[in-house]
C-alpha cells in the first residue's frame, strides 16, 4: 500500500508546503478520486499519529506519515469520496477535525463574477471571517482577495500563526478561502502572503469585524449575528423624513476625547461605547442637537490621524470597546432621538504594512503610478477607482455601516481631492485624464454609483460631502449629471465668515461682502453651514479665540455668531467644545475643558443664602441650547432651506453699521433676523421691511439672561410709512451691540374684518 501511495506523492508541491509556498494546496490537499479508490491528504507538523474517521465504518483509517514534514496520507476505498473527519494525536493530545479542503466552497461562481464586475454589495457577508457550521462542526470561513500573490495562509493563535497549517484554498478569480473547525469568536488571525514581490506579509484582513487595540494589528474573528436591535421605531421614522425640509442640527465628536476617565494614564484611557451612549444621548437632548457626526470610527493605528487614515474599514475601533459595544451606542442614541452620522474615508489610505499598501506583492488596491497613486501632502495611498474589485470594497463597505450598524448617513472626507486628479500636486507629479483634464472620471463614477445605491436603499439614510471646491451638482440627482450627494459641507460660507469675524470691528465694513456673498450661490447645493475640528486645531485658535476684543467681546461674538449660523438657511454642524467656548484649541489627547463650566457659589448679602453665579461659559452653554431649541420650534428657520421663497433680504448693503437684515419664511410664519456685528448699540435705529405688521421681538442674543447687556425691545413694534432702505415701511428699535434679534411679523388685520 506504501508503494502505491508513493505513486500519487507530488513531491516538489508537497515541499512547497513545508515553506508555506503552496500555491495551490487543493493539488497536495484533501480528497481525489483515483482510479477506483479514494485518496486523502493532509498536513500536520505537529502530529505524531493521524487517522481518517470515516462515516458508516467501524475504525478509523489510519494515515501514513509520507514525509517527515508532517504530511500524512491514506486510501479509504470506495469510489466516491465519503464523510470523514481527521484524529489527530499530538504530544499536548488528541482532537477530531473536519478536513478543510473537503468543505464545500462559501464564496461561490456567482459571488465570484458579481465581484469581478464591481455588483457584490454586499461581498462582506463571503469576503472575510465568518463563523459558520458545517456538517455540525463549528468554525470559521476566511477568505481574501489576493489574486497576485504567490500563496496566502490563515495564521493565528488557532495554528501557532504557522503558516503552514492551514494554506487557502485558491479560486480562479484570486480569491483565496478555507474552513477552519474550531475556530471562534474572539480568535485572533492575519493573512500570510507571499506576495508577487517575493517578501512574506502579515496582512490584517480588509474585511475584517473587529481588530486587536492599537497597537497591535491583528484581525480578530467576530460573528455579528448574536446583537438584538431596539431602534425599530427610529428606523421606521427615519424613512418618513425629507431631510431638506427637517431640522438639522450636528454635533460633531471626537469619542475619545469628549470625555476621559479621571483614572487615565499618559492619555491611554479611554471610556467606552456603552459608557459613552448615556454620556453623549443625555448631552445632546439637553442641548438640542439632532444628529451627532462621529469622527471615523474605522480602526486605525495612530491615535493623531483622528481616524482618517484607516487600516481596518469593517471593523469599529477597538479602543472602546468591541462591535456590538458600538451597536449599543448606535442602538442608544436612536432610542433616545439621536441620529450618528459616520465620518467615512474613501479617498486614501495609508502605508501601514499590515494594511491594504501592496497587498498581494502588488499595488492591488492603490494604482501603480505613484503619480496617481499617492498623495505627496498626506502620505498615503489612493484607491484606484478604476478596478471593479476595489469599487466594490468601498461600496460594500459603506452600506455595510448602514446595514449592520444602522448609521444614519455618511460624510465623505476629502471629496475635492477624490475629484481632482491635480489634488494637493505640482506640475509632473499628476497625469491626466483621457480627454487631458485634471478630473478623476473613474472617482467621479465611484461616488455616482455609490450615492445611488445608498439611494436604492429609500431608508432616509444620507450622505454627505465634505467638498471645498465649486463642482457642479455636488447635489444634484445623478441622472440630471450631478454626482448624488444630499447634502454638502458649505466650506465657501464657514471660510468666508470667520475671516469676517476675525476682524477688528472698526475694519469689518470693508469685508461687509463676505456677509453676504453665501446667498448668491446658496440654491445651487443643499448645503450644511460648519464650523468643525478642522478649524480649532494647528494654530488656528478655537472659536473663542478667533473672536476679537475683550472675554465679554469674544463671548458676545459667539452668540452672535451661532445665532448667524442658526438664520442662516442650510443645517447646521458645529464640533464639540465650541458650544461653550472652549478656549484652547481642541487636541485628542485631552478631554474638552468641561471646567470652564464650573459655576461660582457666591453668599447673598441680606440674608446669607448660598447662591450659584453662573460662568460665563455656562451662560454661553445654555444660550446655545435655547438657539437650537428656538431653531426646531420654528419652522421659518429650516422648512424652506432649499426654496428661494425661504429667504429674503432686507439690507444687505449697510457696511457702513455693518448690520444686516433678512426674512426667513415658512408656510407657517415669517421671521424678521436682523444681525449686528459691531459692538454699538443704536438706540433709534430704523429698518426698512418689506411688509406692513407688527413685528415683536422673540429672539435676542444680547439678552442678560445670556450674558449680554439688556438692550432687548419688549415691546411690540408696528411698521410706518416711513421710508428707508428704499422700502415704503419701516420699525423703529434698539439695536443690539454684538447681537442677533429676531422679530416675528404679523399683518394687520383688515378693517373691514
Known amino acids: ?42 498536513y500536520f507538523p505537529d502530529a505524531e499519529k493521524v487517522s481518517a474517521v470515516v462515516k458508516g465504518k467501524s475504525r478509523p483509517v489510519a494515515m501514513t506519515k509520507m514525509d517527515q514534514s508532517g504530511y500524512f496520507a491514506a486510501f479509504l476505498g470506495g469510489k466516491k469520496i465519503p464523510e470523514y473527519t481527521f484524529r489527530i494525536e499530538t504530544e499536548k493530545g488528541k482532537m477530531e477535525i473536519c478536513d478543510p479542503y473537503a468543505v464545500d466552497d462559501f464564496v461561490d461562481a456567482m459571488d465570484e463574477a458579481m465581484f469581478e464586475s464591481g455588483t457584490h454589495d454586499t461581498i462582506y457577508e463571503k469576503l472575510g471571517a465568518h463563523v459558520r457550521t458545517v456538517n455540525g462542526r463549528k468554525g470559521t470561513n476566511f477568505a481574501v482577495w489576493a489574486p497576485n500573490a504567490v500563496s496566502v495562509s490563515v495564521v493565528g493563535d488557532f495554528n501557532g500563526w504557522d503558516g503552514r497549517k492551514h494554506p487557502m484554498r485558491r479560486h480562479a478569480t484570486g480569491i483565496f478561502e478555507l474552513f477552519v473547525e474550531q475556530t471562534a469568536a474572539g480568535d485572533l488571525y492575519k493573512y500570510e502572503i507571499h506576495g508577487a514581490d517575493g517578501k512574506v506579509v502579515l496582512k490584517a484582513d480588509p474585511y475584517g469585524f473587529y481588530c486587536e487595540k492599537r497597537p497591535a494589528t491583528a484581525s480578530i474573528v467576530w460573528d455579528l449575528g448574536q446583537y438584538a436591535w431596539n431602534d425599530q421605531s427610529w428606523m421606521a421614522e427615519r424613512k418618513k423624513k425629507d431631510v431638506p425640509g427637517e431640522p438639522v442640527i450636528v454635533l460633531e465628536v471626537q469619542l475619545g476625547s469628549f470625555r476621559k476617565p479621571q483614572t487615565q494614564e499618559n492619555g491611554e484611557a479611554f471610556y467606552s461605547y456603552r459608557e459613552l451612549a448615556p454620556m453623549l444621548s443625555e448631552y445632546c437632548k439637553k442641548m438640542g442637537y439632532t444628529h451627532i457626526e462621529l469622527m471615523p470610527v474605522m480602526e486605525h493605528p495612530y491615535d493623531a490621524s483622528w481616524g482618517y487614515q484607516v487600516t481596518g474599514y469593517f471593523a469599529p475601533t477597538s479602543r472602546y470597546g468591541t462591535p456590538d459595544d458600538f451597536r449599543f451606542f448606535v442602538d442608544h442614541m436612536h432610542q433616545n432621538g439621536i ?33 496617481q497613486g499617492e498623495h505627496p501632502h498626506w502620505g498615503t495611498l489612493i484607491y484606484n477607482y478604476g478596478r471593479p474589485e476595489v469599487v466594490d470594497f468601498l461600496v460594500s463597505n459603506a452600506l455595510f455601516w448602514l446595514d449592520k450598524y444602522h448609521a444614519d448617513g455618511l460624510r465623505l472626507d476629502a471629496v475635492a481631492s477624490m475629484l481632482y486628479l491635480d489634488y494637493g500636486k505640482q506640475d509632473g507629479e499628476w497625469v491626466a485624464n483621457m480627454y487631458g483634464g485634471k478630473e478623476n472620471l473613474e472617482a467621479v463614477e465611484f461616488l455616482k454609483k455609490l450615492n445611488e445605491k445608498v439611494k436604492e436603499r429609500k431608508d432616509g439614510a444620507v ?18 449629471g450631478g454626482l448624488g450627494f444630499d447634502m454638502k459641507w458649505n466650506m465657501g460660507w464657514m471660510n468666508d465668515y470667520l475671516e469676517y469675524i476675525k476682524t477688528d470691528p472698526l475694519f469689518r465694513k470693508g469685508r461687509h461682502g463676505m456677509l453676504t456673498f453665501s446667498m448668491v450661490y446658496h440654491y445651487s447645493e443643499n448645503f450644511v453651514l460648519v464650523f468643525s475640528h478642522d478649524e480649532v486645531v494647528h494654530g488656528k485658535a478655537s472659536m473663542f479665540g478667533k473672536m476679537p476684543g475683550t472675554t465679554e467681546q469674544k463671548l458676545a461674538g459667539l452668540r452672535l455668531t451661532y445665532g448667524y449660523m442658526a438664520a442662516h438657511p442650510g443645517k447646521k454642524l458645529l464640533f464639540m467644545g465650541q458650544d461653550f467656548g472652549q478656549e484652547r484649541e481642541w487636541s485628542e489627547e485631552r478631554e474638552l475643558d468641561w471646567e470652564l463650566l464650573n459655576d461660582q457659589k457666591a453668599a447673598r448679602s441680606d440674608s ?67 444681525c449686528n456685528f459691531t459692538p454699538v448699540t443704536y438706540e433709534e435705529f430704523r429698518l426698512g421691511v418689506p411688509l406692513a405688521g407688527k413685528y415683536k421681538e422673540i429672539w435676542n442674543s444680547d439678552s442678560i439672561g445670556f450674558g449680554g447687556t439688556g438692550n432687548i425691545n419688549p415691546r411690540l413694534k408696528q411698521s410706518k410709512a416711513v421710508k428707508q432702505d428704499g422700502m415704503d415701511q419701516s420699525i423703529e428699535f434698539v439695536l443690539a451691540p454684538s447681537a442677533i434679534q429676531i422679530f416675528e411679523y404679523t399683518p394687520l388685520k383688515n378693517k373691514k374684518e
Not at 502505491?4 to 484533501?30: F, N, R, S
Not at 474613501?346 to 494594511?355: R, V, Y
Not at 450622505?463 to 440630471?480: C, D, F, N, R
Request: charged share 30%; proline share 6%.
Open 608 to 674: 446669607g443664602d448660598i447662591i450659584s453665579i453662573k460662568s460665563p461659559h455656562t451662560l454661553l452653554h445654555d444660550y446655545v441650547a435655547s438657539l437650537w431649541n428656538f431653531y426646531k420650534e420654528h419652522p421659518a428657520m429650516y422648512a424652506w432651506d432649499d426654496k428661494p421663497e425661504g429667504f429674503v433680504w432686507v439690507s444687505m448693503l449697510d457696511a457702513d453699521h455693518s448690520v444686516i437684515s433678512f426674512m426667513r419664511k415658512s408656510a407657517e410664519e415669517t421671521l424678521l433676523v436682523v
Open 1 to 42: 500500500m506504501r508503494h502505491k501511495l508513493e505513486d500519487y506523492m507530488d513531491w516538489p508541491k508537497i515541499e512547497d508546503l513545508e515553506y508555506a509556498e503552496c500555491t495551490d494546496p487543493q493539488e497536495v490537499l484533501g480528497p481525489v478520486e483515483v482510479k477506483g479508490n479514494v485518496l486523502v491528504r493532509g
Open 463 to 480: 450622505t454627505i460631502a465634505e467638498e471645498s471646491t465649486a463642482w457642479p451638482k455636488v447635489t444634484g440627482e445623478v441622472s440630471e
Open 339 to 371: 441620529g450618528v452620522i459616520l465620518d467615512w474615508v474613501p479617498a486614501h489610505f495609508p502605508k501601514d504594512e499590515h494594511g491594504l499598501a501592496r497587498f498581494d506583492g502588488t499595488c492591488l488596491y492603490e494604482h501603480l503610478d505613484p503619480r
